[in-house]
């Protein structure tokens, strides 16, 4: 059920942001292939074992990879240096998919700092 609300969200999107963030998920489930995809605060969710380890959303002008901790970007800073970042967001562009290799690391990163790795 959870993974229609994530796939009616995407649906709602128009191109390119909707390929962009489909990319994403596929890159995702690359690295947790068990998460159970959800709806979290209105955005798309990944979560093993109840505890979400990454999400992304869509807005006018940019999209957000949410690692849904605070510390997260701060600690793969040299990785992120090329994007837009705050405490909880990593934006990039609607047209252009973050690298697989950084949503690799983003991922694996909040997995340990949850104690999931």
């Known amino acids: 059920m959870a993974m229609v609300e994530v796939d009616r969200y995407l649906e709602g999107l128009e191109e390119p942001k909707r390929g962009t963030l489909e990319a994403l998920r596929r890159s995702i ?3 947790v292939p068990e998460a159970e995809q959800a709806i979290s ?7 093993v074992e109840g505890k979400t380890v990454a ?3 869509a807005f006018k002008h940019h999209l957000s990879y949410l690692p849904h901790s605070g510390s997260v970007l701060t600690s793969l800073a040299d990785d992120v240096a090329d994007y837009e970042t705050s405490k ?6 609607v047209d252009k998919p973050l690298p697989r290799q950084l949503v690799k690391k983003l991922v694996r990163t909040r997995m340990r700092e949850a104690g999931l790795a």
């Open 41 to 47: 605060y209105g955005t798309p969710a990944f979560k």
């Open 55 to 57: 999400g992304f959303a």
């Open 29 to 31: 489930l690359e690295v």
């Open 88 to 93: 909880g967001s990593l934006r990039f562009p």
